[in-house]
Nanobody
Framework: QLQLVESGGGLVQAGGSLRLACVAS????????VAWFRQTPGKERDFVAF????????DYADSVKGRFTISRDNAKKTVYLYMNSLKPEDTAVYYC???????????????????WGQGTQVTVSS
């Protein structure tokens, strides 16, 4: 099972930017579809962004379209989430996830993703 470690979270003012990174433990990372989710206390983990294992397909939650961008660097075994024009409602713990040869964001439910990181906190102040 792939191990994932997120970094890059922090405190930022509304309108600012952050880049999250998620490093995988194994070079088989290139064979995994990857995604970012986020969660706030007392709520379910929500889908944010997805990239297929081929890199040819991406998908975003409506709430982040046009502001967030997912990308991957297979040589570095890393998936990134570039977050621009941040809003207070983007405040959450952000998790990366990976699933073997995933071509589509669906099914999104957490139980369908094989590997998860530990999460990184993003706080956007107003």
């Amino acid at each position: 099972q792939l191990q994932l470690v997120e970094s890059g979270g922090g405190l930022v003012q509304a309108g600012g930017s952050l880049r999250l990174a998620c490093v995988a433990s194994d070079r088989t990372f290139s064979m995994y579809g990857v995604a970012w989710f986020r969660q706030t206390p007392g709520k379910e983990r929500d889908f944010v962004a997805f990239m297929s294992w081929t890199g040819g397909d991406t998908d975003y939650a409506d709430s982040v379209k046009g502001r967030f961008t997912i990308s991957r660097d297979n040589a570095k075994k890393t998936v990134y989430l570039y977050m621009n024009s941040l809003k207070p409602e983007d405040t959450a713990v952000y998790y990366c996830a990976a699933d073997w040869q995933r071509l589509d964001a669906e099914p999104m439910a957490g139980r369908y993703w094989g590997s998860w990181g530990q999460g990184t906190q993003v706080t956007v102040s107003s």
